[in-house]
């Protein structure tokens, strides 16, 4: 994760600022950006309303709600559907909850993970209270982005580009079984 970073980081360093119109964001979308810092993590919501920060509490509750999550629809057979199903719910408490009062009443949310993250398939994810039992994808057409940056249209951008949907499984360790030679 740290090689990750160090090389996620520079390029990101040397790119210019950017300035967002928040007029040209569509009045039922929202973009959630996650940052899971070393101790705390964070999330930013920007919609044309405003850009808001919430303080989602210690990185590790996400990390380890995040990976229960996807070790437990990993292993369907092995793991009842009331327990994925309660780490669904958990998992939406911490990272969607905060947001609601902001996303609610959008149609369209569009995710950037941080870290463990990036092994959620958000559309699982389940609210509790008044909402109780439903699905995040119920509410919502959810998408995902690498970064907010990659939202942005470019000036030179072809059509044929803007049209590409590009699909990946990334490894991020060497002892992935997926590369090891047969």
């Known amino acids: 994760d740290a090689q990750l970073a160090a090389a996620s980081i520079g390029p990101a360093a040397a790119e210019a600022p950017v300035t967002i119109d928040r007029r040209a964001i569509p009045a039922d979308a929202a973009l959630l950006e996650y940052w899971l810092g070393q101790e705390r993590a964070l999330v930013w919501t920007l919609t044309r309303e405003g850009i808001t920060l919430s303080d989602l509490g210690a990185s590790t509750a996400i990390t ?26 958990q998992l939406h408490g911490i990272v969607v909850a905060p947001v609601l009062p902001q996303v609610s009443l959008k149609k369209s949310l569009t995710v950037v993970a941080d870290g463990a993250l990036h092994y959620v398939a958000f559309a699982v994810l389940q609210s509790h209270g008044k909402q109780a039992g439903r699905f995040l994808i119920q509410d919502h057409d959810l998408a995902v982005a690498p970064s907010a940056r990659a939202l942005l249209h470019s000036p030179g951008a072809t059509s044929a580009a803007a049209r590409m949907l590009l699909v990946a499984d990334p490894v991020y360790a060497k002892d992935d079984a997926r590369i090891a030679a047969p």
């Not at 990976?67 to 669904?88: D, G, K």
């Open 64 to 89: 380890d709600a995040a990976l229960e999550l996807h070790t437990s629809l990993h292993s369907l057979a092995a793991v009842a559907t009331q327990q994925r199903l309660q780490h669904a719910q």
